[in-house]
């Protein structure tokens, strides 16, 4: 999280087809290799006459775009959520999925949920309540607490000032290739390669 102007497309952590058949390896070559490679070059073209803003990263351009030029703080907000957030939903997958929460965020799940199945089932339900294309996140406070948000189009929960540490892109182009208008299916699939020892990391030493 610490790169900085001008950003680069981050490689998977895992092979194209590794997901399957949770998460096909077409979809994954089309999302990655096209989509965030648009958002990585488009926040690349809008950064570049800013030479002021060169040296800040991702998270730092986010957290303060009413300071940015207003003629860029636009195409920032888009582009720039867009790298921040498929970056985040690329590495939170794997295809060696624990298959439930570890450590401390298990607990913290146990204790502000009831269970990892109520958690589940109100995760889902932000995730399919989200109109149109958006994000479903898990997120922690400064103390810990844990909550579950969901964002419009490239928008990073509440600029950012809780921490991250889960979360599910439900714009059709993460789905529509294998799973067509079932969002409720992909949804339900992709707890198969969540990577919630990555999970556990970021609830543990949060990014913000």
């Known amino acids: 999280m610490k790169e900085t102007y001008p950003f680069k497309l981050k490689p998977l952590p895992y092979a194209y087809e590794a997901l399957e058949p949770y998460i096909d390896q077409e979809t994954m070559h089309y999302h990655h290799d096209k989509h965030l490679q648009a958002y990585v070059d488009n926040l690349n073209k809008a950064l570049e006459e800013h030479p002021e803003l060169h040296g800040k990263t991702l998270i730092e351009l986010l ?23 498929h970056n985040l939903y690329f590495d939170g997958m794997t295809p060696d999925s624990p298959k439930a929460p570890v450590g401390k965020l298990a607990k913290a ?11 589940k089932e109100a995760f889902k339900k932000a995730a ?17 607490k844990l909550q579950i948000v969901s964002t419009p189009n ?28 079932q969002r409720a299916a992909y949804i339900d699939n992709w707890f198969n390669v969540v990577d919630w020892n990555r999970a556990e990391e970021l609830y543990n030493k949060p990014i913000i």
Do not use: C
């Not at 957290?63 to 957030?85: D, F, K, M, Y």
């Not at 399919?128 to 810990?144: C, H, I, P, T, Y």
């Not at 950012?160 to 208008?181: F, G, Q, R, S, T």
């Open 128 to 144: 399919l309540g989200r109109f149109g294309s958006g994000w479903a996140w898990l997120v922690s406070d400064k103390d810990g």
């Open 63 to 85: 957290q303060n775009l009413e300071s940015l030029p207003e003629a860029i703080q636009t195409a920032v907000r888009n582009n720039g959520g867009g790298v921040l957030n």
């Open 109 to 119: 799940i146990d204790r502000d949920f009831g269970s990892f199945e109520i958690f």
């Open 154 to 181: 490239q928008d990073v929960p509440m600029n950012l000032k809780v921490n991250p540490i889960l979360e599910i892109d439900v714009w059709e182009h993460a789905y529509y290739l294998k799973y067509k208008n």
